[in-house]
């Protein structure tokens, strides 16, 4: 996004091979400028992006539960298993979920899937109405400067 901006901010109508992605039209209103770095900041800063109107929205709305009910939900994009360089991370987040999750009803089970990419927690509940609660409160909600989607699940998935 920054080399976006800068190719914007520069006036640079060409591309090079190595960034085929990064075209800028020839014609660059100040308008267009401003947005650009106004996104590339964001983007630096990690703050939520404002969705680009020009842009098709292919992902539904992440306050939706997915799935069919169920007593055990997966919650998507918890953290980046990338970033995270503490030794014993993966039992840090377990326990803080455990206790955020507590709040909605029994937990049978949670699992921090570490090693796949998507930053997701499996949780069963003790029974669908548990899930349920928990899953309507997380859905949708920013954690760590990503928002959490939510789906239901008749199994743990395999690590």
């Not at 085929?20 to 400028?33: D, F």
């Not at 939706?64 to 014993?88: A, P, Q």
């Amino acid at each position: 996004m920054a080399m976006a901006s800068l190719g914007l901010a520069t006036g640079a109508a060409e591309t090079t091979a190595s960034s085929p992605l990064y075209q800028v039209p020839q014609a660059t209103s100040s308008a267009q400028i401003a947005s650009a770095a106004e996104a590339a900041v964001n983007a630096a800063l990690g703050l939520p992006q404002e969705p680009d109107a020009s842009v098709p929205v292919t992902e539904s709305d992440p306050k939706e539960v997915k799935g069919s009910l169920s007593k055990n939900i997966l919650v998507h994009n918890v953290f980046n298993k990338d970033e995270e360089t503490e030794e014993g991370w993966e039992e840090d987040i377990k326990e803080d979920f455990e206790e955020e999750c507590t709040k909605y009803g029994a937990i049978e089970k949670v699992v921090v899937l570490h090693e796949k990419v998507g930053g997701m927690i499996y949780v069963s509940f003790k029974d669908e109405s548990m899930a349920t609660a928990c899953a309507a409160a997380l859905a949708g909600r920013w954690f760590d400067k990503k928002q959490l989607r939510v789906e239901y699940v008749e199994k743990e998935p395999e690590m």
